[in-house]
């Protein structure tokens, strides 16, 4: 299926920075559709305030409390909606400074974050800063391949969660970057890293056939492509089956609409990445059929 551009209005009063498809005409004669919205950010690094009116990349653009506003209207559309987040939430400004990342997590809690993945930039205070700023998260974090048995995190982290909304079980896991080399030993002590691609192909095995999920969602922060072997997230989507969206994060990669990969198979997998520092909110909307069939819209809404 070809990807198609198009420009789509919406109640969220929202400026569509662009969309795709994958082919929606081909089911919308069915009046049983279910309809599933996935709403999600990366890399806000800490910017709770809008840019400066006269800033040169981002004027007037972003900011917590017009985030919330947004998130409001579509839940207001669509009450079977999730918001994730692909990590690195902390670390760009003085409030992360001075608070140490309770004001991001206090914020998120507020705007009813479903998830969220871990980033480099989370463990900036170190491991039990991150650990600190927990009760403050009315949200889940997910972290497939970063093993927390020996550090004070374990058990604070689940590989995957499952989410239903309209009877349509979700499967949400998350995937982190390698660690040596961004981020100080000191800092994350004896948080293991295990290979993404591994991990995620026994995770996406168990969410499809232990968990029987119509959906299923990666949230990574693995980057969205390298000119070396380094994975990423277009490695992933061609190199696994059975992923639905890939949520990406850490290389700042603004996409006006998602990417269409092909999987192993040969089948379609979006990836969505909208930036950093809130300026961009993503959002995909799965149609699903009688028989199961999913198909997709993606927008990037701009803040």
């Not at 840019?51 to 990349?57: A, G, I, L, V």
């Not at 093993?147 to 499952?162: A, C, L, W």
Request: proline share 3%.
């Amino acid at each position: 299926m070809k990807r198609r551009a198009f420009l789509k209005s919406s109640a969220a009063a929202g400026a569509f920075a662009g969309a795709g498809s994958l082919g929606l005409l081909s089911f919308t004669a069915s009046k049983n559709l279910k309809h599933i919205t996935i709403l999600h950010t990366n890399d806000v690094h800490s910017h709770i305030e809008p840019f400066e009116k006269d800033h040169s990349q981002y004027p007037g653009m972003g900011g917590a409390a017009r985030r919330y506003t947004l998130i409001e209207s579509i839940r207001k559309e669509n009450q079977n909606t999730l918001l994730l987040d692909a990590g690195d939430i902390f670390q760009g400004t003085p409030f992360f400074n001075f608070y140490g990342g309770e004001l991001e997590f206090k914020l998120m809690s507020k705007m009813g974050y479903d998830a969220a993945t871990i980033g480099n930039h989370d463990f900036d205070n170190g491991i039990e800063g991150l650990y600190a700023q927990l009760p403050h998260a009315e949200f889940q974090f997910l972290s497939a391949n970063y093993d927390f048995s020996n550090t004070i995190m374990e058990g604070r982290v689940k590989p995957y969660q499952v989410f239903l909304k309209d009877g349509i079980k979700i499967g949400v896991f998350g995937l982190g970057i390698e660690l040596e080399g961004l981020v100080g030993k000191d800092l994350y002590k004896e948080t293991e890293y295990l290979d993404p691609l591994e991990i995620a192909k026994e995770t996406v095995k168990k969410l499809k056939q232990d968990e029987k999920c119509q959906i299923v969602i990666c949230l990574s922060h693995l980057g969205y492509s390298y000119r070396s072997e380094k994975i990423s997230d277009m490695k992933l989507a061609q190199q696994t089956k059975d992923i639905d969206l890939i949520i990406g994060g850490h290389t700042h990669t603004f996409l006006p609409q998602p990417t269409i990969a092909q999987n192993s198979e040969g089948k379609n997998v979006l990836i969505n990445q909208v930036g950093w520092a809130g300026v961009n909110l993503g959002r995909i909307d799965f149609y699903l059929d009688d028989s199961g069939n999913v198909d997709s819209t993606g927008a990037t809404i701009i803040v």
